[in-house]
């Protein structure tokens, strides 16, 4: 299994709901990543973990809250996002934060919040 | 600094041309990777391809080519004979390694390829 699995693929919520996006891999990584893409922009670095702990958090609003529960899965619970958070988020996954062979994503979830 | 430009922002070819994909970088750290990425529009970013600061190599892969030159920081990409299924978002990306091992993408603008049939 080489994949990066995201769920759901859409999601339309409103400002004052409480969602929550998912992210499983099975390839025995052990650093997962939130990324945030906005149309027609790059992806931008939300959230690092390693090992299950947060390595990374780029000055991210807390209402978005990320969570590992264990080395396969990445949870992004989301609580009272704006109209401005409405993006494409990227799960991706690699071995290690030091290996550096680049990521594995996830085909995303397209977000809008109302 | 630690950037990645890739100053041509969409490109359009007609099927059967060759491309080429511009990803200029900057980094002070004489140890990195760089990576290419297809985001086709279902959104996914699919690996195209890893390479380390030590090794200059151009790579061949089927229809793609890469130019790696580290006088001119340049990491290009070709494709050749050009198909609509390679219309598609391109990202160049960088890894530095600070020693730190944050292993954060920096990525490009990107390139958006359309190929018209």
């Known amino acids: 299994d080489t994949e990066v699995t995201q769920t759901p693929k859409h999601l339309v919520m409103g400002m004052t709901n409480k969602k929550s996006l998912k992210c499983e891999q099975h390839?025995?990584?052990?650093?997962m990543y939130w990324y945030k893409q906005k149309a027609k922009k790059p992806p931008e670095l939300m959230f690092v973990?390693?090992?299950?702990?947060?390595?990374i958090n780029e000055s991210v609003p807390s209402r978005f809250s990320p969570e590992c529960p264990n080395s396969s899965l990445l949870n992004l619970h989301l609580h009272a996002l704006q109209p401005e958070d409405s993006a494409l988020y990227l799960c991706?996954?690699?071995?290690?934060?030091?290996?550096?062979?680049?990521?594995?994503f996830g085909s995303g979830t397209r977000l809008t919040v109302v | 600094a630690q950037k990645v430009t890739q100053a041509q922002t969409e490109i359009s070819v007609v099927e059967k041309e060759d491309v080429t994909l511009d990803c200029v970088y900057e980094?002070?750290?004489?140890?990195?990777?760089l990576f290419w990425y297809k985001q086709p529009p279902s959104g996914e970013l699919v690996f195209l391809i890893r390479?380390?600061?030590?090794?200059?190599q151009n790579e061949i892969s089927g229809r793609y080519s890469w130019n790696f030159q580290k006088s001119t920081s340049s990491f290009n990409f070709t494709i050749t004979a050009s198909q609509v299924v390679d219309s598609a978002v391109y990202f160049c990306?960088?890894?530095?390694?600070?020693?730190?091992?944050?292993?954060?993408?920096?990525f490009g603008t990107g390139t958006l390829l359309a190929v018209q049939p």
């Open positions: 991706a996954s690699s071995q290690g934060l030091r290996e550096n062979y680049g990521y594995t």
């Open positions: 980094t002070r750290d004489t140890t990195y990777y």
């Open positions: 990306a960088l890894i530095p390694s600070y020693g730190g091992a944050t292993n954060k993408l920096i």
């Open positions: 390839m025995g990584h052990r650093a």
């Open positions: 973990y390693s090992y299950e702990k947060l390595s």
């Open positions: 390479r380390n600061s030590f090794d200059e």
